[in-house]
């Protein structure tokens, strides 16, 4: 064996050991892992239509069949925000989202909240090893920046919410995303 080798398997060795004695680092803000804690919020249907409560403008929508019955639900991004004349939007330093699901006469609010400073946006996915499609709501205000995925279940009628980044819950040190 070249003398070389062998200094470089010693030195491999030496770091293994080291970092094999280093103490498990907790986590400073002694956080629960981020997807305990909406794990089991599960949004239920309500036959009231959500978008009665003072929203103006539809941003998006999109159509899919998001429990896997053959028929499609309605996915819309509503703000409380008006558009002008010109048809910009005339946004607030904060103004009321909802994001909803509209399965027939049942409606499933994902998201419906005031947010300050911010906007909303909501992604459609298939991951793999999950056959209906995944929403991801995206929430980002400058201040936090926020991630929950829904997926429709079937077992309890409603939309699982799975926190999936939130940097207000984590002792976060750098963002290269402009304005934070
Ligand atoms: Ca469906």
């Given at each position: 064996m070249k003398p070389g080798i062998f200094?470089?398997?010693?030195?491999?060795?030496?770091?293994?050991?080291?970092?094999?004695?280093q103490p498990i680092k907790?986590?400073?803000?002694?956080?629960?892992?981020?997807?305990?804690?909406?794990?089991?919020?599960?949004?239920?249907?309500?036959?009231?239509?959500p978008r009665q409560n003072s929203m103006?403008?539809?941003?998006?929508?999109?159509?899919v069949?998001?429990?896997?019955?053959?028929?499609?639900?309605?996915?819309?991004?509503?703000?409380?925000?008006?558009?002008?004349?010109?048809?910009?939007?005339?946004?607030?330093?904060?103004?009321?989202?909802?994001?909803?699901?509209?399965d027939g006469d049942l409606y499933y609010s994902l998201l419906d909240e005031y947010v300050q400073l911010g906007q909303v946006y909501f992604n459609v996915s298939y991951y793999d090893?999950?056959?209906?499609?995944?929403?991801t709501v995206i929430t980002d205000t400058g201040a936090n920046f926020k991630l929950v995925n829904y997926v429709y279940d079937k077992a309890q009628k409603g939309y699982s919410a799975e926190l999936v980044y939130d940097s207000k819950d984590i002792n976060h040190i750098f963002t290269s995303i402009p304005s934070y």
């Open positions: 200094r470089v398997i010693l030195l491999m060795i030496a770091v293994t050991s080291l970092i094999a004695c907790k986590n400073p803000m002694n956080q629960q892992p981020l997807n305990e804690k909406t794990k089991d919020t599960i949004i239920q249907a309500t036959e009231k239509d103006a403008t539809k941003l998006s929508e999109f159509a069949d998001l429990d896997l019955d053959g028929e499609e639900e309605k996915i819309e991004l509503h703000t409380a925000a008006e558009r002008n004349k010109n048809g910009e939007m005339v946004w607030d330093d904060g103004q009321k989202w909802l994001l909803v699901v509209q090893n999950e056959p209906l499609p995944t929403i």
